[in-house]
T-cell receptor, first 113, second 109 residues
Framework: DAGITQSPRYKITETGRQVTLMCHQTWSHSYMFWYRQDLGHGLRLIYY???????DKGEVPDGYVVSRSKTENFPLTLESATRSQTSVYFCASTQPSGTYEQYFGPGTRLTVT | GQNIDQPTEMTATEGAIVQINCTYQTSGFNGLFWYQQHAGEAPTFLSYNVLDGLEEKGRFSSFLSRSKGYSYLLLKELQMKDSASYLCAARDSNYQLIWGAGTKLIIKP
């Protein structure tokens, strides 16, 4: 199906484990983003990518790693999960034309125990 | 620093009108977005303003004053399905979105 998808939708992991959240979009948008959303906070940017093989840090990058070998995929890896990384993670994409509105995936709810 | 302020929660009655305010401070400014987010779902785009004035889109309108760093979202003829959080986001000089914490709108019959 066309659009932006994320997997898994729900994940429970233990402190210290590595976990990878997947994001896939079918629009060939050049820009992709990873946000986390926590109660009382706005969406906070973790990493973004302007194109394949180009990534940059956002507001809260510590503890996260990204890669973008293909335009359509933008995985986010938590190298050693901590309880403070319990959150809802949203992937988004946009094309730099017009209003640049971002389109969001359905989110991944991650719990670190 | 960069900051977006919007009320945490508002309550309104079905059929009425509600205005959700947003003030912003950003390093440069390249537009103001409003998104709607139903509980447990992803944000979805509602409106975009880059010039001063009112943009109307059906029951929803959005206003921007760049000189005052102020925007509002106006929802008319409220329906129960409008119960959601409304997120204000300003785009800075690096074309990054700075997000407010969201306003939870509760609609009562």
């Amino acid at each position: 199906d066309a659009g932006i998808t994320q997997s898994p939708r729900y994940k429970i992991t233990e402190t210290g484990r590595q976990v990878t959240l997947m994001c896939h979009q079918t629009w060939s948008h050049s820009y992709m983003f990873w946000y986390r959303q926590d109660l009382g906070h706005g969406l906070r940017l973790i990493y973004y990518s302007a194109a394949a093989d180009i990534t940059d840090k956002g507001e809260v990058p510590d503890g996260y790693v990204v890669s973008r070998s293909k335009t359509e995929n933008f995985p986010l890896t938590l190298e050693s999960a901590t309880r403070s990384q319990t959150s809802v993670y949203f992937c988004a994409s946009t094309q730099p034309s017009g209003t640049y509105e971002q389109y969001f995936g359905p989110g991944t709810r991650l719990t670190v125990t | 620093g960069q900051n977006i302020d919007q009320p945490t929660e508002m309550t309104a009655t079905e059929g009425a009108i509600v205005q959700i305010n947003c003030t912003y401070q950003t390093s440069g400014f390249n537009g103001l977005f409003w998104y709607q987010q139903h509980a447990g779902e992803a944000p979805t785009f509602l409106s975009y303003n880059v010039l001063d004035g009112l943009e109307e889109k059906g029951r929803f309108s959005s206003f921007l004053s760049r000189s005052k760093g102020y925007s509002y979202l106006l929802l008319k003829e409220l329906q129960m399905k409008d119960s959601a959080s409304y997120l204000c986001a300003a785009r800075d000089s690096n074309y990054q979105l700075i997000w407010g914490a969201g306003t939870k709108l509760i609609i009562k019959p």
